[in-house]
């Protein structure tokens, strides 16, 4: 295969991976925002039956909606990458 062919398939592959990094980055972004709002809806629930170890469970619920924030960002970042290299 010569060169000019090698070239026309990278940028024909091209617009499917900027397709492909839409839909990761979208999928990223919904996965996350479920993942919090379940530990939420969990805490709340935790905290209604045990209120008395409501600043444990907050605290909890913070470390762990961080790291999936923290997930979701470097997906993102992963994706964008793959847009614009």
């Known amino acids: 295969m010569s060169t000019l062919g090698i070239i026309l398939l ?6 499917i991976s900027k397709v492909g990094a839409a839909i990761g980055a979208a999928i990223a ?5 479920y993942g919090i709002s379940k530990i939420g809806s ?3 629930e935790s ?3 045990q209120p008395e170890a409501a600043g444990d469970i907050r ?5 762990s909606a ?5 997930v979701a960002f470097f997906a993102i ?3 964008f990458l793959v847009l614009f290299v």
């Open 66 to 70: 961080a790291l999936i924030e923290g």
């Open 47 to 49: 905290i209604a039956r």
């Open 29 to 33: 972004a919904i996965a996350a925002a």
């Open 42 to 44: 969990s805490a709340v």
């Open 77 to 79: 970042v992963v994706c």
């Open 10 to 15: 990278a940028i024909e592959g091209a617009a």
């Open 59 to 63: 605290s909890n619920m913070i470390v």
